[in-house]
């Protein structure tokens, strides 16, 4: 990998019997039925990503989890959403590809420069067994109905050896009007979730929660008022509050907390509980 070296384009038709590529430099499966999340479409959630203390952190763990795990070639974002993780992983000079079912997101990836985009499902790209050389699924998994089919044919698409970089939220405890709102069908543990990975094909090289000072605000902030009924739907403004924590003493909290979590996992080692969970596994 060089860093910062600038994206090249991807020939996907290579690869895939299902792709075309559109005026625009996305790639698309022709009759591509466009899926809509249940995501308030009032909430501009792509400004939020770009100003989030919550997705800045994600980015740095998933950044430092790679330099950890490095992919072998291409790696190929499932689920890509607005492109957050992907532009990410493009600056610092590895080769990736956003695939995105949702059309004005993957729209919104190319528009913030997103080099490679495949707006389709990956059954209707028709990608060629083992071309999908390393596989992210960042907090993806738990929005689809047959999770542990998805990963199994994921796993054929794969080359043995190829990474696999899944992220998850955690503990189904935790459920929230927050998961309704978010097209979420689980919570994981993060044994369950290796069981799952290891059942699809793959080895498990490493494993961890992330985000534990995260679990006690979420447990206040969303679950409670969920169980109690006094939350029941997200806005503009609750969106905003609760990924913007400003310049006071919470911010100082918060950026102290979540600096010595990634030094820690940055040492190797892995957290017994947290928020969310990840795991990184070798195709066998």
């Known amino acids: 990998m060089t860093v910062g070296a600038p994206p090249e384009p991807i020939d996907l038709s290579a690869i895939s019997g299902g792709l075309v590529r559109g005026e625009d430099g996305i790639w698309f499966s ?18 939020i990503e770009q100003k989030s203390f919550w997705y800045r952190y994600r980015n740095r763990y998933f950044l430092d989890v790679l330099n950890r795990f490095p992919p072998a070639g291409t790696l190929f ?26 059309v004005r997101m993957a729209k919104h990836a ?62 189904q405890s935790l459920w929230s009007h927050e998961d309704t709102e978010a097209d979420h069908i689980r919570r994981y543990l993060l044994s369950d979730l290796c069981r799952k990975i290891e059942a699809a094909g793959f080895a498990v090289e ?11 605000p979420i447990l206040i902030c969303r679950t409670i008022p969920s169980l109690l009924k006094v939350r029941t739907h997200r806005t503009r403004s609750t969106a905003q509050q609760e990924h913007q924590v400003g310049d006071g003493l919470i911010a100082w909290i918060v950026n102290i ?13 892995s957290l017994p509980m947290g928020a969310s969970c990840c795991v990184v596994a070798r195709a066998v």
């Open 30 to 47: 022709p009759g591509h039925h466009d899926l809509r999340f249940n995501e308030d479409a009032e909430i501009d959630w792509e400004s």
């Open 77 to 102: 974002e499932i689920g890509a959403g607005n492109g957050a993780v992907t532009l990410a992983i493009q600056r610092v000079g590895w080769p990736i590809v956003a695939i995105e079912p949702t």
């Open 110 to 171: 190319k528009s913030r420069g997103v080099m490679n985009v495949a707006c389709s499902f990956v059954d209707d790209a028709q990608f060629s067994e083992g071309s999908l050389k390393n596989v992210g699924m960042f907090d993806i998994l738990e929005h689809i109905p047959d999770d542990a089919r998805f990963l199994s044919r994921t796993r054929h698409l794969m080359p043995v050896g190829g990474r696999l970089y899944c992220a998850v939220p955690s503990y």
């Open 206 to 216: 490493h494993a961890s929660y992330y985000f534990l000072p995260l679990l006690l």
């Open 257 to 269: 907390t979540l600096g010595a979590e990634l030094r820690f996992l940055s040492s190797g080692r």
